[in-house]
C-alpha cells in the first residue's frame, strides 16, 4: 500500500526558511519520480517542483525556482522540499506525489508565511 506523510510545515515569517519531509512507503521510492505540489487557500493545485530517479535531475516552477530545493534519500525513502526566501504567496498546503498505476498523494502539510 503506497503511503506519502508530509511533515515540517509550520508558521514562519517572510525571508525565513523550512525544510518539508516526505516519508514514502509502499513501493520502490528510488525508481519514481517524486513531485512537490502545493494548494493556496481557494486556489487549484500547483506543480513546485519534481526529481528524476538516476540522474536526479530536478525542475521547479518559476516562482520557486532559486529559493526552493527538492532533494531525495533513496537509501531511507524521505523526499525533501528545502524552502529559502519565504514569502507571504508561498503559503499553501503542501504535498508530495508520484505516479505509478495511478496518482498519489499525501495528507499535506500547511505552511504559512505571514508576519
Known amino acids: 500500500q503506497v503511503q506519502l506523510v508530509e511533515s515540517g510545515g509550520g508558521l514562519v515569517q517572510p525571508g525565513s526558511s523550512l525544510k518539508l519531509s516526505c516519508a514514502a512507503s509502499g513501493f520502490a521510492f528510488r525508481r519514481y519520480i517524486m513531485y512537490w505540489y502545493r494548494q493556496a487557500p481557494g486556489m487549484g493545485r500547483e506543480f513546485v517542483a519534481n526529481?528524476?530517479?538516476?540522474?536526479?535531475?530536478?525542475n521547479y516552477a518559476d516562482s520557486v525556482k532559486g529559493r526552493f530545493t527538492i532533494s531525495r534519500d533513496n537509501a531511507n525513502n524521505i523526499l525533501y522540499l528545502q524552502m529559502n526566501s519565504l514569502k507571504p504567496e508561498d503559503t499553501a498546503v503542501y504535498f508530495c506525489n508520484t505516479r505509478i498505476d495511478k496518482d498519489y498523494w499525501g495528507e499535506g502539510t500547511l505552511v504559512t508565511v505571514s508576519s
Open positions: 526529481i528524476a530517479t538516476v540522474d536526479i535531475g530536478t
